[in-house]
C-alpha cells in the first residue's frame, strides 16, 4: 500500500543533542513537508521541498534541517539550536501543482521529547 | 495575512446528535483553496475535503456536508447522527493560490469527543 513512513514513533532526547527524524514516501509525490504540532496550536510549517535537492523554509524553520537526496526521502534533524523541541512532528506529501490545491497526504507521526 | 480561527476548542456530544464544526478565514486572496482534516487518535491527519473559493456550493458526503459561505467567510463541517467513530480533532485550513507549496495555515483544531 502507498504511503508515507515515519520513524521513529517516539523519541526521547535529551537537552544538546541532535536528533533525525526520518520520512519516507512511496507515492511518487514530488513535494514534501515537516510540520510540528503543539496541544492546542494546530499544524505549522517547518520546511518543504518540491522537488530532489531543493527546499524551502516555512514558518517556524530555526533550529531544524533537512535534506531532500531522494524523492522518496526527507529527513528532518531536529538540533541544539531549537530551543523547545518537545512537539508531535508530522511529515507530508503531495503531487506538486501551481496552485494552492494540493492535497496532503500524512504520515503518523514521530512525537519527540527532550528530557 | 491569512489566519484560520476554529473558535471551539472541544466539543462533546452524545452519539446520533448532529454537530457543526465552525470554521472562519481571514485572507485576501481572491483564490484560495479550503480543507478539512480529520486527525484520529492514531495522530495521521486525513484529507476530508478541498474547496476552492469559485465554488460555494454545499457539499454533503454521506454523514458529512460543508457549508461554505464567502459573504461570512465560513467553511462550516455538520456531522449528522455522529457516531463514536467520529470522535478525533477536526482541523479546518487555508491555502492561497500558488505562492510556497504546502503552506496551508491550519486552524488550532476542534476535538469532538462522541459518548456512547
Redesign the interface.
Known amino acids: 500500500d502507498g504511503g508515507i513512513t515515519q520513524s521513529p514513533k517516539y523519541l526521547f532526547r535529551k537537552e544538546g543533542q541532535n536528533v533525525t527524524l526520518s520520512c519516507e514516501q512511496n507515492l511518487n509525490h514530488d513535494?514534501m513537508?515537516w510540520y510540528r504540532q503543539d496541544p492546542?496550536?494546530?499544524?505549522?510549517?517547518i520546511y518543504?521541498s518540491?522537488i530532489v535537492n531543493d527546499f524551502?523554509k516555512?514558518?517556524i524553520a530555526e533550529g531544524y534541517s533537512v535534506s531532500r537526496e531522494k524523492k522518496e526521502s526527507f529527513p528532518l534533524t531536529v538540533t541544539s539550536a531549537q530551543k523547545n523541541p518537545t512537539a508531535?512532528y508530522?511529515c507530508?506529501s503531495?503531487s506538486?501543482?501551481?496552485?494552492?490545491?494540493?492535497?496532503?497526504?500524512?504520515?503518523?507521526?514521530s512525537r519527540l521529547t527532550v528530557l | 495575512a491569512q489566519k484560520?480561527t476554529q473558535a471551539q476548542?472541544e466539543i462533546s456530544v452524545v452519539e446520533k446528535e448532529d454537530v457543526t464544526l465552525d470554521c472562519v478565514y481571514e485572507t485576501r486572496d481572491t483564490?484560495?483553496?479550503l480543507?478539512w482534516?480529520k486527525q484520529p487518535p492514531?495522530?495521521?491527519?486525513?484529507?476530508l475535503i478541498?474547496r476552492?473559493s469559485f465554488d460555494e456550493q454545499n457539499e454533503i458526503s454521506g454523514r458529512y456536508s460543508w457549508n461554505f459561505q464567502k459573504s461570512t467567510s465560513s467553511f462550516n463541517f455538520t456531522i449528522t447522527a455522529s457516531q463514536v467513530v467520529d470522535s478525533a480533532v477536526y482541523?479546518c485550513a487555508l491555502?492561497?493560490?500558488?505562492?510556497?507549496?504546502?503552506?496551508?495555515i491550519?486552524?488550532?483544531?476542534t476535538k469532538l469527543s462522541v459518548k456512547p
Open positions: 513535494a513537508y492546542g496550536q494546530g499544524l505549522r510549517l518543504y518540491q524551502q516555512g514558518d508531535f508530522l507530508a503531495s506538486y501543482t501551481d496552485s494552492g490545491a494540493n492535497v496532503l497526504t500524512f504520515g503518523a507521526g | 484560520v476548542t483564490t484560495y483553496y480543507f482534516y492514531s495522530g495521521e491527519l486525513v484529507f478541498r476552492n482541523f491555502s492561497g493560490y500558488g505562492g510556497s507549496q504546502g503552506n496551508l491550519f486552524g488550532k483544531g
